[in-house]
Structures are given as C-alpha cells and as structure tokens.
C-alpha cells in the first residue's frame, strides 16, 4: 500500500471519527433540557406525569417541541415553557389571577427579557409557565394549561372565591 492511499484511509477514519463525535453531541442536544429550562424537584411526581399525558399538541397555533426530560415542554420553540413539579410559592404580593378555577401568581421581579412567568399557587407540585411576548392570546394559553392542572389537588387559594 502506498503512501497516498494510507493517507485518504487516514483522512476518512478521521472523517469517519467526526461524524461519530459530531452525532453524539446532536444526539446529546436533543435529549438534554433546552431554552435554559430545569427540571423541578417534584418532577417525578406522578402529577407531573398525568400533566404530561394531556400536553395539548399545539398551544396559541405553536407546535409542541421534543422535550425527553420529565416535567418539562415547550411550544413554538420556547414561546411558552412549562416546568412541573417545583415547590409551590409562599404567601405573594404578587398579583394573582383565577383561571378555570387554578390561580396563577404572576411573578414580576423574574419576568423579564420579553417574558412573563406565572406560578400555580396552592397545588403541589407547583407548575411553572413562561410566556414570550409573542403569544398572541395569553388567556387562551392558560385556560388550557388550567385545564391540565385543574386536576392537581388544591389546599390554598390566593384568591377568594374561585
């Protein structure tokens, strides 16, 4: 065997030893937490899981994203992410809405950066949503989320009645 053809069998194991690497860290990207969400700490609460059994497949016309992590979903490539499973949050000030009959705590000190994030109150585990200013219909957005907490045993309102 020549010089020549060492070299290009060379060069295609270090091509070939590329790709592999290459696969790897896009294998590795799609099954890792993305759009900087993390995983709650109640995550692997089977709540969590009856919530991810429901995710409506798409969410103010933004279509679900693969997410393999417990707990965790996006739509429309982080437009609206969700997080289940945290602990709920103590007594606020901050402002409470009822959807559906879940309250949800708007969280103005950590909404920033074009995004609102909103917290159920009450429910444990807790779930946690962050909506882009893009979403066009954001009462939409949570009356369906409700919909899939609703089922999440309640023992606090931040609301009176509801």
């Not at 103010?60 to 707990?71: A, N």
Request: aromatic fraction near 4%; charge should be positive; proline fraction near 6%.
């Amino acid at each position: 065997m020549g010089f020549r053809a060492r070299r290009t069998r060379a060069a295609a194991g270090v091509a070939a030893s590329g790709l592999v690497v290459a696969g790897a860290l896009v294998v590795q990207e799609l099954s890792s937490p993305v759009f900087g969400l993390r995983q709650g700490p109640q995550a692997k609460d089977p709540a969590c899981a009856r919530i991810a059994a429901h995710y409506p497949d798409r969410l103010d016309g933004h279509r679900r994203g693969r997410i393999t992590f417990e707990g965790l979903a996006v739509w429309g490539h982080g437009a609206v992410r969700l997080r289940c499973g945290l602990t709920p949050p103590a007594e606020t000030k901050d402002p409470c809405v009822a959807v559906n009959g879940v309250d949800w705590v708007l969280r103005e000190a950590a909404s920033r950066g074009g995004r609102k994030l909103l917290v159920t109150y009450g429910r444990r585990p807790a779930v946690e949503v962050s909506l882009a200013d893009s979403v066009r219909q954001t009462d939409t957005v949570l009356m369906e989320l409700s919909r899939l907490v609703a089922p999440v045993p309640r023992n606090e309102r931040c609301l009176s009645g509801g």
